[in-house]
């Protein structure tokens, strides 16, 4: 079975609302990613984080290992921030990523 | 640093024709991981290079997919004899050390198109 379920599959907000991105993990996470993907662009990492809360801007990524999951918070979002976010999730090998199905996001102005 | 190149951006095969994809990685990188991106698979991996050789390459599909790396400055993924369910964006990333984000540079993909 699927071993990284992402959501929401899709979110749409109005300017200046908060998005809040989950990604849970069916197997005992080894470590997480968050990646960003801009409709025809490449994927651009957004954070590394195999546990605790890391912060860059209006960005917040929160992994709690014991409870398997892993949250992205974007404040005060903006038209700039529409795209598909996606979670990854390191497996043993050290350089296998699993991925999550990622969730596209619009903003609206 | 122009990051990770590949080329082409787009290719159109007919059914049963070859397909030969480049990726230029960033310099300096010794890892090299090629992924497979549909709507319906989501990314899939497909191999991995440290220091050109080849590592794991348990996601290619065996019978018509391959890929080397002759050089530090490029890798190919080749697929023989396309079919339709091999079109997808090709992804192409490489890595100073290990797929940790702060190190895993991602290309713009080659979207290919078998009809």
């Known amino acids: 079975g699927q071993q990284v379920q992402q959501s929401p599959a899709s979110l749409v907000l109005q300017e200046g609302e908060n998005a809040e991105l989950q990604c849970n993990f069916s197997t005992s996470l080894n470590s997480m990613q968050w990646f960003y993907q801009r409709p025809g662009g490449s994927l651009v990492s957004l954070f590394y984080?195999?546990?605790?809360?890391k912060q860059s801007g209006r960005l917040t990524s929160t992994t709690v290992i014991k409870e398997r999951r892993s949250s992205l918070h974007i404040s005060s979002s903006q038209t700039t921030d529409s795209g598909t976010y996606l979670c990854a999730m390191l497996m043993d090998s050290n350089y296998q990523l699993i991925w999550g199905s990622g969730t596209k996001l619009i903003i609206k102005p | 640093n122009a990051g990770v190149i590949q080329t082409p951006r787009h290719k159109v095969t007919g059914k049963g024709q070859e397909a030969t994809l480049w990726c230029e990685p960033i310099?300096?990188?010794?890892?090299v991981f090629w992924y497979r991106q549909t709507i319906v698979q989501g990314l899939e991996f497909l191999t991995y290079f440290r220091n050109q050789a080849p590592i794991d390459d348990s996601g290619m599909p065996k019978e018509r997919f391959s890929a080397q790396m002759p050089n530090q400055s490029h890798s190919t993924l080749k697929i023989q004899s396309t079919q339709p369910q091999d079109s997808a964006v090709y992804l192409c990333?490489?890595?100073?050390?290990?797929?940790?984000?702060?190190?895993?540079?991602f290309g713009s993909g080659t979207r290919l198109t078998v009809l």
């Open positions: 984080n195999p546990s605790g809360t």
């Open positions: 990333a490489s890595s100073t050390t290990g797929p940790s984000a702060e190190t895993l540079y």
């Open positions: 310099s300096g990188h010794s890892a």
